[in-house]
């Protein structure tokens, strides 16, 4: 038997990176019991597994797989809905140390519903999260103050912001610096530079990368699996497929304000406990929403949560 971590997944092959550094070619066993949550995908990359090796005899010299018989317990995961199968869920990574949501202005548009979203996501999970503004070497002016006032937004909360330009290398020395000796993991839509990101950081990674389409200045999800992979200055990098539409999964309504550290923080100041900041009289949150403290934009990705899931598309 031996121990390691699922690097890749295709769906029905996983490569797992045994504690030896090998690397095996697995299928998972057939009667093992996927207990918990329904996913699509039962065994993400960064799964700690145990496997047995096995030789295929068929296949000419032998070649090894594994099979995987156990799937060690999850610290943490990023799992999200899909937005057209409600019932369908995504592990995108496990076993992660923090999280950074990659942001553009432009080419694409990223929505603030879309940020809040996953890190709505990211704080149930309590997974710490950074955003990363990329490609500010293409934004005009207005541009520019857009994504200045969105990191004022969020530096207050206290998520710790970057400008980037993956294109110019700027912005680098202190991603390193955040990253090192931990597993992250890069999420965000497709085109937003994930991939690009990465092999700035490390250029002997090569990863395939995408253009952005013209006419719908989208990406176009060049990136089709989740993949870790090894950083010289230590710890872990995890690429994710670019997402569309963050579907948070359900939670109890009277919990999402818990997940906005910065309503979170006013809970005792209003005056029912149960108080759902929408309608009650002498509500913390409403006051400060009124008073600019906490930002509109961040309020109504809070209603939007408490509508639930038919309401949002990106
Ligand atoms: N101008 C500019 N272009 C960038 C920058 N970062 C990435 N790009 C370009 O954006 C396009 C998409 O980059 P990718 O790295 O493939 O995007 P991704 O997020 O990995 O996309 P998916 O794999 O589809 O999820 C490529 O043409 C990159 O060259 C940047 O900082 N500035
Ligand atoms: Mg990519
Ligand atoms: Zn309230």
Known sequence: MKKGIVIKSTGSWYTVKTSEGNFIESRIKGNLRLKGIRSTNPIAVGDHVELTELKE???EGGLLVGLI????????????KSPNLSKESHILAANIDQAFLIVTIQYPVTTTTFID?????????????HLIFNKIDLYNDEQTAAMNSLIEIYEKIGYQCLKLSAKKNIGFDELRTMMTNKTNVFAGH????????????QPDM?????????????GKHTTTNSEMYELEFGGFIIDTPGIKGFG??????EEISHYFPEMFKLLDGCQFYNCSHTHEPQCAVKKMVEAGEIAESRYNSYLGLLEGEEKYRN
């Open 57 to 59: 005899d068929n296949m």
């Open 69 to 80: 018989s156990k799937i060690l317990p999850r610290t943490n995961y990023i799992i999200r």
């Open 117 to 129: 979203r996953f890190l709505v996501s990211a704080e149930a999970y309590r997974i710490p999260c």
């Open 190 to 201: 497709s085109g937003v530079g994930k991939s690009t990101i990465i092999n700035s950081i």
């Open 206 to 218: 090569q990863l395939k990368t995408g253009i952005i389409s013209e006419a719908h200045s989208s």
């Open 248 to 253: 948070v999964l359900e939670m109890e309504k």
